[in-house]
């Protein structure tokens, strides 16, 4: 598994300050500089920020939409998947100076340190099985052909002309200049700009091999290209742009059930519980791992779906029988339990997913409001009281997707169990929606998808992380 919390500070002194192999003896400072830069307000941006898998520091930069699609037009949603060079030249003269342009993939961050990781970064072996760290290795999206971006061209409809991965920009008066990149949005993509002021250096350059320190930077010949204002210059000058790291955002809409109608008769041990909260902090943490933020996604006001539901054996064939998939959710009384919520909202610019706490799941219990299989068969409670074998939570495997969790068959099983009912019922809600991303069971302890829930641990295993960083949406 990737190792969070090991800074692999061998492999990263490159963003110490070192001397480049030719350094001008008149430096003082750059008489070039590259930046990065938000492409407009409200894309979510940040700078030199340390990349939580490898200690590395880069730029962050999150190119989905803050909001639902339908919220923008097209040209306003596609501007979020662009972000900007800045080129200054401090070199006289400033104005008329053309720059040559380079867009490159480094090495992803989340270089393997095991076997079991290779499926992360699979290019970072060589013949022999040696660990061989190389760029290349981005993840395609849905709507571009290079998975390292490409330069872009504005017209004036709004539509963009593809520059590719090589292009050149003229200073202004001022010797500033700036140049369009479309980014491959998939998390944990990584991007650098290199440039400088002869087309046949900026020809040169390419990303390093063999360690992650030199598959992390730009190189034209044996000279590592600087990058922001520390390093020295190298003669021909050249400097690069800091590393550019993709995350996504995951809004998660959290709901429960609500309180039952007065004078609703129960049994005696299955009175609901409806003062539960629905923490999503293990999903968080796991999610870290796959460059993916977890937000609540507050777009609908109420947080309360209708108060029951039965639950029906679905028919798919493509699902085994067991998986905790194979339920599907019908509404009472004409009330839909996901309210329509996900139809319009979940694409792949708009990440989201869709959890309901309930009281109790029960299988096989479709039976209508005047018979739930219970011992008091003409009540209106959502007890079945089937529970074998229990069932603390299923997911819903077509759109609208939604997750529910069973907070009294959870309580219940921490009880029997032992286990810390609030750190079960978390993992729980972490378990499910990981089912969401179509992640299926393992028997590994300490992760999020064990199929023990004893087991169970606020982790992805290596091929669930890249699962979650290839998909275009949950």
């Not at 008769?265 to 999610?287: H, I, V, Y």
Request: aromatic share 8%; proline share 7%.
């Amino acid at each position: 598994m990737i190792r969070v919390w090991d800074n692999h500070a061998h492999l990263h002194k490159d963003h110490q300050v070192k001397p480049a192999l030719e350094v001008n003896d008149d430096w003082k400072t750059s008489k070039l500089l590259l930046s990065w830069a938000p492409m407009r307000p409200g894309q979510e941006f940040r700078y030199q920020r340390k990349d939580p898998n490898s200690g590395v520091m880069t730029d962050q930069v999150f190119p989905d939409l803050p909001e639902p699609y339908r919220r923008f037009s097209p040209s306003e949603a596609a501007a979020y998947l662009r972000v900007k060079v800045r080129v200054q030249v401090y070199d006289n003269p400033k104005a008329n100076r053309k720059i040559y342009l380079r867009l490159l993939d480094p090495d992803d961050l989340s270089a393997p340190d095991t076997p079991e990781e290779d499926v992360i970064d699979p290019n970072d072996r060589d013949a022999m099985g040696n660990l061989y760290p190389r760029g290349g290795d981005n993840r395609s999206d849905a709507w571009i052909s290079s998975p390292q971006g490409t330069f872009v061209r504005l017209r004036l409809d709004g539509s963009e002309e593809n520059l590719g991965s090589d292009t050149e920009v003229i200073t202004n008066e001022n010797g500033y200049a700036e140049a369009i990149v479309r980014l491959s949005i998939q998390p944990g993509n990584n991007f650098k700009v290199g440039g400088a002021f002869e087309a046949s250096v900026r020809d040169q350059m390419r990303i390093g091999e063999g360690t992650q320190e030199a598959a992390l930077r730009i190189f034209v010949g044996n000279q590592r290209v600087p990058e922001g204002r520390k390093e020295p210059d190298i003669t021909p000058v050249a400097r690069a742009t800091p590393l550019l790291t993709v995350w996504r955002r995951l809004w998660v809409e959290k709901d429960r059930m609500a309180p039952a109608p007065s004078g609703t008769q129960f049994g005696e041990d299955d009175r609901p519980l409806d003062n539960f909260d629905m923490p999503l902090s293990a999903l968080k943490q796991a999610m870290v791992e796959a460059y993916v933020e977890v937000r609540e996604y507050q777009w609908n006001a109420n947080s309360l779906t209708w108060w029951k539901y039965n639950f029906i054996v679905n028919d798919n064939e493509d699902v085994t029988d067991d998986e905790d998939w194979q339920y599907c959710i019908t509404g009472l009384q004409n009330h839909s339990p996901t309210r329509d919520s996900r139809h319009e909202e979940d694409t792949d610019f708009f990440w989201c997913a869709y959890v309901i706490g309930v009281y109790e799941l029960g299988r096989d219990a479709g039976k209508g409001i005047g018979n739930d299989g219970d011992p008091i068969p003409s009540d209106l409670d959502n007890d079945p009281d089937t529970e074998n074998p229990i069932i603390l939570g299923i997911t819903l495997p077509r759109e609208p997707e939604a997750s529910l969790i069973s907070r009294e068959q959870v309580r219940d099983v921490a009880v029997e169990e032992s286990l810390n009912l609030d750190a079960l019922w978390v993992l729980i809600i972490g378990h499910e929606i990981g089912h969401q991303f179509g992640l299926r069971h393992n028997e590994v302890q300490g992760h999020l998808m064990c199929d023990d829930m004893r087991g169970l641990g606020p982790r992805w295993l290596p091929k669930h992380i890249d699962a979650i960083r290839r998909l275009y949406h949950p």
